[in-house]
């Protein structure tokens, strides 16, 4: 199987200028945990996700560190979480340049992106245009819609022999 044959097709996009609030509305709205995130010319600049909500100074969830390991990360550590966890716009909490596969990536090698970047989403792309997107749910329907294919290893003689009749 290839990603186009999995990818969740419409895919739901919001733009870098919108709000978090926003953002956060249409996650729950649309049971969904990731969003990618076009510019104003339609090109992919981003993925908002459940994950990028955790720290935020508004619930009381933006990371506390002791002074001397805020000295040690240096001031860019601290202004780049400054803004994560009190930004308003959806670039402010993005992740940038988001890692994407094309249309006829193979399951195997999605697998392999998710672990290795530990990523639950990984955009579509042919070209500069998102076709689609494949997330750890699409995978899970993939196994699921395969699992009553592939024999049961356990089966004993008499259930081997009849699926061989039947076939």
């Known amino acids: 199987m290839r ?6 097709k419409d895919c739901i996009t919001v733009t ?4 978090i609030e926003d953002a956060a509305k249409i996650m729950l709205r ?3 945990s990731g969003l990618p995130v076009m510019d104003d010319a339609g090109r992919l600049v981003g993925i908002v996700s459940e994950s990028d909500f955790l720290r935020r100074g508004e ?4 990371r506390k ?3 001397w390991l805020q000295f040690i990360l240096g001031p860019g550590k601290a202004a780049s979480e400054y803004v994560h966890e009190r930004g308003r716009k959806v670039e402010d909490v993005m992740t940038a ?3 994407t ?3 006829e990536t193979p399951l195997e090698e999605l697998v392999r992106l998710m672990e290795k970047n530990d990523i639950k989403r990984l955009p579509v792309m042919s070209g500069r245009a998102l076709k689609g997107i494949v997330t750890r749910s699409n995978l899970l329907q993939a196994v699921a819609s395969m699992a009553h294919e592939i024999p049961d290893p356990t089966a004993d003689d008499d259930h ?3 699926r061989i009749i039947r076939a």
């Open 16 to 19: 870098p200028h919108t709000t």
């Open 97 to 99: 340049d988001p890692i």
């Open 59 to 62: 619930i009381g969830t933006g």
């Open 65 to 67: 560190r002791p002074s």
């Open 160 to 162: 081997i022999r009849d």
């Open 101 to 103: 596969v094309d249309e």
């Open 30 to 32: 649309t049971h969904i």
């Open 3 to 8: 990603a186009h044959q999995i990818m969740t």
